[in-house]
């Protein structure tokens, strides 16, 4: 288990609230939370993550743990994204100002990190597997961002992913795993 900062990281899990209007940090007792900082919507990889979690959502519902979003765009383009990805109805904390996203380690990316050639390997792979391309305007996000993965139970991070290059792509069943019921 990572134990969190109980003064400024439990104040923080109260203050992200949902569009459900729920706090993190109260959702953490009503059973797992798999805290998804996604990049800016026009992301490849944003969009691939999309997708996958798609795919994986009733799986990852039915073991126990709901999967929350964290966005920095307004509501109306996120639902708009979500809905394409069906993820319809899923729960999700805006962000625009990056707060929770530094919060939680986050940073904006190096050149490397977001326009290396691993990234722009993978970012192909992406395009031509799935179709997704890349979109650029500051409605969808800092194109900066870097993304992460956090996994929370009772107050606590169990587990988290956190990317070092733009194009990683995480482990979701892996992350799952700390917190089966």
Request: glycine share 8%.
């Amino acid at each position: 288990m990572l134990p969190i900062d109980l003064d400024e990281e439990l104040l923080l899990l109260e203050e992200m609230v949902t569009n459900e209007d729920t706090s993190v940090y109260n959702l953490t007792f009503q059973g797992p939370v798999m805290l998804v900082f996604l990049r800016h919507f026009g992301c490849v990889f944003c969009k691939e993550a999309l997708h996958d979690l798609s795919l994986r959502r009733k799986a990852i519902e039915k073991s126990g743990i709901k999967i929350v979003f964290v966005h920095m765009a307004d509501d109306g383009t996120a639902i708009e994204y979500f809905q394409g990805f069906k993820l319809d109805g899923v729960t999700y904390v805006c962000d625009p100002t990056q707060k929770f996203y530094r919060a939680f380690g986050l940073q904006r990316g190096s050149f490397t990190q977001l326009y290396g050639l691993q990234t722009w390997i993978r970012g192909y792979k992406v395009k031509q597997e799935l179709g997704y391309e890349l979109e650029m305007a500051k409605r969808l996000g800092d194109s900066t961002q870097m993304p992460g993965v956090f996994v929370l139970q009772n107050g606590l991070v169990r587990d988290k992913f956190i990317h070092r290059l733009a194009s990683e792509r995480p482990d979701y069943e892996q992350l799952m795993q700390c917190c089966v019921i």
